[in-house]
Structure formats: C-alpha cells, structure tokens
C-alpha cells in the first residue's frame, strides 16, 4: 500500500505546486493503476488544497500561488470527474457565490470558489455586479445550501443587505446560509445584517462554509 500512498502523496505535492500538466499525467496513471477516484480527489487534491489554505492563511503563500494551485487542480478534476462519476462519488453539496451588485471586483470571489471546491464543493458563480433578484432567482431554483456574497467597497457593502431582505420577502431566507467577506466587510456588519457568518479570507470561508454540510 506504499506506493498507493505514495501516488496519492505525489498528487498532493504537484497540486501545491500548480504543476498542471504533471498532474494530469499522475491522476491519469493513478487511475490506471487501480487507485480510487475517491480517494484521490480526498486524499490527493483535497489535501494538497487544504495544505495551500492553510499556508494562505498564515501568510506563507499569496494569492498568485493560490490561484496557480487552483488551475492545476481544475485540470485534474477534468481529467477525474468521469470516474468520480462511474464510482457513484457526488459533491458534498452546492453553494451560491457572487460578488454584489454595483461590484466588479472578483479576485477574492475567485479564490473562495477554488478554496470551496478544494473542499468537495460543487460552486455556481454567478459573477461580478450581480442583480439582487438574479441572486434570489438562483436561490429558488437551486439546492444550494449555501450562499457567499463578497463586497470589495464600502460603498457596494449594503448589496449584502438588500440581498439578505430580499430574501426574506420572498420567503427563502431559511433556504440557505448566507456567508458575507470582503475587505471592508467586519463580523459587527455581518451581525447587524443578519448573516449567518462571516470570514476575513478565503481558507476560513471555506472551513465555516463545508461545516454547514455537516
């Protein structure tokens, strides 16, 4: 079973390093080789995304290793999805994401959706500058159980808000577990808007968002 570990290990390590193209080739020979599709997206790329978050939030790597991180595990998710598929292996769950409307930052969007997905979830985006009753349409028609709005501005803040009301009015907001982030987004305004949680980056996102799938 070394050599087992050993793949699964590999696949880990070439995600930390954005090596796209090698991993490809790794999860494409892991499989081959009767390695688990389950357990390489759990123990190969899930781990090796853990291991980026967490060096993200220690300030040990910054966004552009993240993102290179996430590209590489894109590739091998393609390569993996198929037998996923044939394993019978399904997301944990769904989650919303978007940035506000009157916001056309999405850097920050960008990595919790990688960060989400390095945890086993299934992420619509729904972009940037996003109407709020685009926002409620997409909650009414999906099982999403969770819905993350990010605000760069302190002047598209009150977006998360009109959201959130929005919601209530239309007799979703049990629906799903609003999460709010962005620079000038605090836990005293995720309070007082009626969120149900807030994180500072995208690593702790990720952690409080997958614990809603418990």
Do not use: W
């Amino acid at each position: 079973m070394a050599d087992y570990a050993e793949q699964l290990n590999e696949i880990s390590e070439l995600l930390q390093k954005g090596k796209a193209k090698d991993i490809v080739l790794s999860v494409q020979t892991a499989l081959e080789q009767g390695v688990g599709a389950a357990d390489i997206l759990e123990k190969g790329l899930i781990a090796g995304m853990s291991v980026i978050g967490g060096k993200f939030k220690r300030g040990e790597v910054f966004v552009p290793e993240v993102l290179i991180a996430a590209r590489a595990m894109n590739k091998a998710s393609e390569v993996l999805k198929p037998a996923l598929s044939e394993a019978g292996v399904t997301p944990v769950g769904k989650a919303l994401i978007c940035t506000v409307k009157g916001d056309l930052h999405d850097i920050g969007k960008n990595l919790v959706k990688m960060m989400l997905e390095g945890k086993g979830i299934e992420v619509s985006d729904l972009g940037v500058d996003c109407d709020t009753q685009k926002v409620v349409d997409e909650v009414k028609a999906s099982d999403a159980k969770v819905l993350c709005l990010s605000a760069l501005l302190t002047t598209t803040m009150m977006a998360q808000k009109d959201v959130i009301d929005a919601l209530k009015s239309a007799g979703i907001r049990d629906k799903v577990k609003v999460m709010v982030g962005g620079a000038p987004v605090t836990q005293s305004f995720a309070d007082e808007i009626g969120a149900d949680a807030y994180t500072s980056d995208a690593a702790s996102a990720a952690e409080v968002c997958r614990a809603f799938y418990n």
